[in-house]
T-cell receptor
Framework: KNQVEQSPQSLIILEGKNCTLQ??????????LRWYKQDTGRGPVSLTI?????NTKSNGRYTATLDADTKQSSLHITASQLSDSASYIC????????????FGTGTRLTVIP | EAQVTQNPRYLITVTGKKLTVTCSQN?????MSWYRQDPGLGLRQIYY???????DKGDVPEGYKVSRKEKRNFPLILESPSPNQTSLYFC?????????????FGPGTRLTVL
């Protein structure tokens, strides 16, 4: 069964600290994996996309990693800011089928001063 | 500004009263989609459209209708809303299939059905 699981469900960290969010998937055959950021009351916005051959990709203070062998991805946030408070959603695509996007339920991150 | 717009942003209605949520994009995207987002369930696709006059069911299409008469518009229709359709709805568009293309999401429509 194709599934995407994210952990933790929620996380509270102090401003300036680093954190890592996890995404494990059982999706097959794998095409790519995206991380989205969703601010409260807004639609999701893409942070990064990773394909099978990519291990690491950075977007400013956000760094995503992918281990296609263990089917795990992580999103590392460095020197967190209050504006990082949001939900982070992992979305995995498969290569076949019309409905081939699988969404995680997200990690709710709260950065406190 | 390139964007996806939805209207209304907030709606409270009663069971059985037909409603339409509009979605419009100004990026000339071919692919458009509707999602609902519920706590603990994440985003689930309702309907999608590969191009004008081409629509298909997503994972949770029951109780919804869509149409794609123009490339820029993709309205979501609830013919007879029920309380279990209370949810946060997002419209999204992408240049092609979202497997290989970034989806751009609208701001969301929070619907409450009493």
């Amino acid at each position: 069964k194709n599934q995407v699981e994210q952990s933790p469900q929620s996380l509270i960290i102090l401003e300036g600290k680093n954190c890592t969010l996890q995404c494990n998937y059982t999706v097959s055959p794998f095409s790519n994996l995206r991380w989205y950021k969703q601010d409260t009351g807004r639609g999701p916005v893409s942070l990064t996309i990773m394909t099978f051959s990519e291990n690491t990709k950075s977007n400013g203070r956000y760094t995503a990693t992918l281990d296609a062998d263990t089917k795990q991805s992580s999103l590392h946030i460095t020197a967190s800011q209050l504006s990082d408070s949001a939900s982070y959603i992992c979305v995995v695509s498969v290569q076949t089928g019309a409905n081939n996007l699988f969404f995680g339920t997200g990690t709710r991150l709260t950065v406190i001063p | 500004e390139a964007q996806v717009t939805q209207n209304p942003r907030y709606l409270i209605t009663v069971t059985g009263k037909k409603l339409t949520v509009t979605c419009s994009q100004n990026m000339n995207h071919e692919y458009m989609s509707w999602y609902r987002q519920d706590p603990g369930l994440g985003l689930r696709q309702i309907y999608y459209s590969m191009n004008v006059e081409v629509t298909d069911k997503g994972d949770v299409p029951e109780g919804y209708k869509v149409s794609r008469k123009e490339k820029r518009n993709f309205p979501l229709i609830l013919e007879s809303p029920s309380p279990n359709q209370t949810s946060l709805y997002f419209c999204a568009s992408s240049p092609g299939h979202p497997t290989y293309n970034e989806q751009f999401f609208g701001p969301g429509t929070r619907l409450t059905v009493l």
